[in-house]
């Protein structure tokens, strides 16, 4: 068995792949505890091709690939990916490169035996961030933390990790981008406690932010937050969750 798994999903990111599985190479090294999961969620501009092609390599045998045939979304992906995972601890990441993979195997190196033992949820806290995207992470922070009564905190940083154990509890989990905000609302609900880490926040250098990249993103995702909370809410009060 695998100590770590790291799935990162991908959506019509075919620009940054060769750079995303060079940096992931780079950043699993000779290691063979730990294992990549590259999910083509779907894609339409050939990801898999390039996929199929880049993991041929002998040099890239530290990863695997998931084909998701139709998007059904960015938790649906991530989801996949995670149930061919074989390690004990797992994580996932974008594909944007935003965050450094790197970071997810350091942040398992100092936090590993907590992780092991199922004591501990690792995220990432982004740094290096411009004021406007600070601004709203805080409010969007404040807002979900006080529709839940739940501490929340950066939600959609990367990445996030735990014990394999912790995916009897998504079984119900939702399929979008909400699925960041539901691991971290279970985590708390449980008394998991939850380590943030910091990771360096750069600019995507390839493909479209598929999230909150943008204002009208920013607004997707909102629109799409309250909406799932509001049903989370519901839930909770009808002893659902």
């Not at 075919?14 to 090294?29: I, K, T, Y």
């Not at 041929?56 to 998931?66: C, G, R, S, T, V």
């Not at 149930?83 to 450094?100: K, R, S, Y």
């Not at 601004?135 to 807002?143: P, R």
Request: with cysteine; aromatic share 12%.
């Amino acid at each position: 068995m695998k100590k770590l798994s790291i799935v990162i999903p991908c959506y019509n990111e075919s620009g940054s792949l060769p750079n995303l599985v060079q940096v992931s190479r780079e950043a699993c090294g000779a290691r063979e505890d730990v294992e990549f999961i590259f999910v083509d969620n779907g894609s339409s501009d050939g990801t898999q091709e390039i996929f199929k092609s880049l993991l041929a390599k002998p040099e890239n045998a530290f990863a695997h690939l998931m084909h998701v045939p139709i998007n059904q979304g960015y938790g649906y992906g991530i989801l996949q990916g995670l149930l061919i995972a074989e390690g004990e601890v797992l994580a996932w990441t974008h594909a944007d490169l935003q965050t450094d993979p790197k970071d997810v195997i350091i942040a398992f190196d100092q936090f590993g035996n907590h992780l092991a033992l199922g004591q501990m949820m690792v995220k990432g806290e982004r740094n290096g961030r411009g004021l406007f995207d600070v601004f709203f992470t805080a409010s969007m922070s404040v807002i979900s933390s006080f529709l839940l009564g739940s501490k929340l905190w950066d939600v959609n940083a990367q990445p996030k990790m735990f014990h394999r154990s912790f995916m009897k509890y998504l079984d119900v989990a939702p399929h979008d981008f909400s699925l960041d905000l539901y691991v971290l609302f279970v985590a708390n609900k449980l008394k998991i406690p939850i380590k943030n880490y910091p990771v360096f926040f750069s600019k995507r250098k390839f493909g479209v932010a598929k999230g909150g990249g943008s204002l009208k993103g920013k607004y997707k995702l909102i629109k799409r937050t309250i909406t799932y909370i509001i049903e989370l809410r519901k839930d909770i009060l009808k002893g659902k969750r």
